[in-house]
């Protein structure tokens, strides 16, 4: 592992970062949308605490050398994560008369996910530079474009309802998807991730509308 900084690699590892950084957003978003909006913080809080910590020992592992562990610790973080941020997000759309359940689930699946995050793209990112200077800029990269990602996405939902019926859509396609993505061996490429989950969100705010006016 060397220290020297490739402007290219600098680039293509900062761009991958951000690209990985779209499909994880939105059900990430869901989760913090699934409770009551005066709980949103609350769930936001959580995702910046796991991304830090996530952060934090991508990097150690990173200049250990472990690579293969940083891969196996992002699956046991993101797995039961993911599988808490789809069930809010299926919760929040059948809108279930007590919603600390959805809210609880989607809190805990922020912190998972985000906590598995930076240690998912390392190795992903390790296949592009052998720079440790490069990838750990990567790794915060691809963080920072979650934090940001998942703000806008929660600040669209708190001014337009039906987006909320949305991400909760979208939400619940990402992380099936995502999740699957985990447990094939050549996993599902990032650009049929953000099409697919593009797609759930139109239905999804399509789906909230017509619910609203029949309302």
């Known amino acids: ?16 970062a951000v690209l990985t950084a779209l499909p994880v957003s939105v059900p990430l978003a869901a989760g913090a949308t699934a409770g009551p909006q005066e709980r949103w913080n ?6 910046g605490g796991g991304l830090l910590l996530g952060v934090l020992g ?10 293969a562990l940083a891969s ?16 809010a997000a299926v919760l929040s759309l059948l809108r279930v008369p007590q919603p600390t359940l959805p809210r609880v689930l989607g809190l805990i699946g922020c912190l998972l996910v985000g906590l598995g995050e930076p240690l998912q793209v390392l190795p992903a990112l390790g296949g592009i530079s052998s720079s440790a200077l490069v990838l750990i800029v990567g790794v915060v990269a691809e963080a920072v474009a979650v934090v940001v990602i998942v703000g806008l996405l929660v600040a669209v939902a ?5 987006f909320v ?18 447990l094939l061996p050549h996993g599902i490429g990032v650009i ?16 909230s509308a017509i619910r609203s006016r029949a309302a």
Do not use: H, N, Y
């Not at 592992?1 to 991958?16: C, R």
């Not at 991508?58 to 690579?67: Q, T």
């Not at 697919?196 to 399509?206: D, H, S, T, W």
């Open 1 to 16: 592992m060397s220290f020297d900084v490739v402007p290219l690699d600098l680039l293509a590892v900062t761009l991958i």
């Open 42 to 47: 609350a769930a936001g809080l959580a995702l």
């Open 58 to 67: 991508a990097i150690v592992l990173l200049l250990a050398g472990e690579l």
């Open 72 to 87: 196996l610790l992002a699956r046991l973080a993101q797995v039961p994560g993911l599988l808490l941020l789809l069930t």
């Open 158 to 162: 708190s001014r337009v309802e039906s």
């Open 165 to 182: 019926g949305g991400l909760a859509v979208g939400g619940a396609v990402g992380a099936l998807v995502l999740l699957i993505a985990l």
């Open 192 to 207: 049929v991730q953000v099409v697919l989950i593009v797609l759930g969100v139109v239905a999804g705010v399509v789906l």
